[in-house]
Nanobody, 114 residues
Framework: VQLVESGGGLVQPGGSLRLSCAAS????????MTWYRQAPGMERELVATISSDGGTTNYANSVKGRFTISRDNAKDTVYLQMNSLKPEDTAVYYC????????WGQGTQVTVSS
């Protein structure tokens, strides 16, 4: 199993980023996928969840209306579109495969700063 995040970087407040998580080594279309984040000194928190077919999504209250999770099962990739970014969104963002054998990616840094 492998999950490889990309798309992080430095962005100004109010800006946007799109994170990608490319999956391999398992039947991607069969699993719920999630995005988490962890800010310095803080616990890792769940940001967004998407069902295996992409038809159901859920978000943390702190990102609702600003972030959108989506997936392309033909490309074995899950995305996190982040708009109207705030300094408090600064964190390492991780994708995670759910299931009996959960698996984490290595993370990608997002820094929101002027």
């Amino acid at each position: 199993v492998q999950l490889v995040e990309s798309g992080g970087g430095l962005v100004q407040p109010g800006g946007s980023l799109r994170l990608s998580c490319a999956a391999s080594g398992f039947t991607f279309s069969s699993f719920v996928m999630t995005w988490y984040r962890q800010a310095p000194g803080m616990e890792r928190e769940l940001v967004a969840t998407i069902s295996s077919d992409g038809g159901t999504t859920n978000y943390a209250n702190s990102v609702k209306g600003r972030f959108t999770i989506s997936r392309d099962n033909a490309k074995d990739t899950v995305y996190l579109q982040m708009n109207s970014l705030k300094p408090e969104d600064t964190a390492v963002y991780y994708c995670k495969k759910l299931g009996i054998h959960p698996y984490w990616g290595q993370g990608t840094q997002v820094t929101v700063s002027s």
